[in-house]
């Protein structure tokens, strides 16, 4: 296995915990009545949500691409 391909299932790994984390965070109670009365999550939910998805991303893109090579 090639340091790309443990790089991506890495990243694929870190993306999907804060992803689960991320998620958890908007079903707090104080979340939801920051989302009822703001209708935005907080900074740090949201900074869950776009830096798993990116990871995520990031990690499966390494993954196909380091398989193709």
Known sequence: MGNKRIIGVVLL???AILLYFGFQATDAPAEEV???LT????DQTMLYI???????VGGLA????GARR
């Open 39 to 42: 209708g935005n999550y907080s």
């Open 62 to 65: 390494m993954l196909l691409i």
């Open 50 to 56: 776009i830096a798993g998805g990116a990871a995520a």
């Open 13 to 15: 790994v870190v993306g």
């Open 34 to 36: 920051r989302n009822t």
